[in-house]
């Protein structure tokens, strides 16, 4: 399952990011520019955040299965195999309660 992250909380750190330059151990300048790593490694250090959810349910319209909170129709297929989702993919509702 994916993690979420505030927006906030990314801006903050990447706004907070510059890296010192040293030549030695004396300082020489302040570099911008970020590594593919750097990058990774500054996602991974924002703390997660757990979001509100809203509680919904699966309802039907028009023989596909529709969330309750956001109306967003849920691909058949997944309905076939009868696998059903704990959350709406799309706004997070949480059908877990049906
Ligand atoms: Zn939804």
Known sequence: MSDLIRRDDAIYKFSHLDMQVYEGSTCVGIRTCLTKEEIIYAIDDIPTAEPERKNGKWSNYKDEHCCSVCKCVVISDCWNDE????????????????
């Not at 696998?83 to 049906?98: H, L, V």
């Open 83 to 98: 696998i059903r989702y704990d959350y709406c993919p799309y706004c997070g509702a949480d059908m877990r309660g049906e």
